[in-house]
């Protein structure tokens, strides 16, 4: 065996060893992205309740104040923001097809009364609007509730998986 055999094995002893390490690195930078996505979707869930909370304020004082123009606008926002949550759930971090489900019906019934309202002034608006102000309702209270699930069980290195009253960790 001569030296440049010698050297040849050795060449590859060693990039075998850098290959093995590199994939080892790409498993664990693999794990921190789908960590930190994770902790994204999970604060954008957060942030989140504050502005459902405010639109179901809104909406109802805008049925109190029999306001139709204002109310028309707030259950357009609602749809947009309703969706917005339904694609949070539809990631991994907080699965939860029974908000999910409320959400959705939130969403069909905020249209029917927004189309139901066109060309109307006077109109009983909370009476127009009490299925939607109440699906609305529990959606709001269904997001704060699993918002109060992932804070509970939020470690310093992010949230375990909460959805569906299963708190099964990550």
């Not at 060893?17 to 664990?28: L, N």
């Not at 639109?55 to 917005?84: F, G, P």
């Not at 249209?111 to 009490?130: F, H, I, R």
Request: glycine share 6%; with cysteine.
């Amino acid at each position: 065996m001569s030296v440049g055999d010698v050297l040849s094995i050795a060449g590859l002893a060693v990039a075998m060893w850098q290959i093995w390490r590199m994939g080892r690195i790409v498993t664990a930078t693999k794990k921190a992205v789908d960590d930190a996505t994770q902790r994204i979707g999970v604060y954008n869930l957060l942030l989140m309740v504050p502005k459902l909370s405010r639109l179901e304020h809104d909406i109802e004082n805008a049925a109190i104040r029999k306001n139709v123009e204002e109310m028309r606008r707030l259950l357009r926002e609602w749809r947009e923001a309703a969706s917005s949550l339904r694609g949070i759930l539809a990631s991994d971090h907080a699965q939860s097809s029974a908000l999910d489900a409320l959400a959705q019906e939130s969403i069909n019934l905020a249209a029917l009364a927004k189309t139901n309202l066109v060309g109307k002034e006077n109109v009983d608006l909370p009476n127009a609007t009490k299925r939607v102000r109440k699906a609305i309702e529990k959606v709001c209270l269904e997001t704060s509730m699993l918002a109060s699930q992932i804070t509970s069980t939020a470690t310093p290195f992010g949230a375990r998986q909460v959805g569906s009253g299963d708190q099964s960790s990550n």
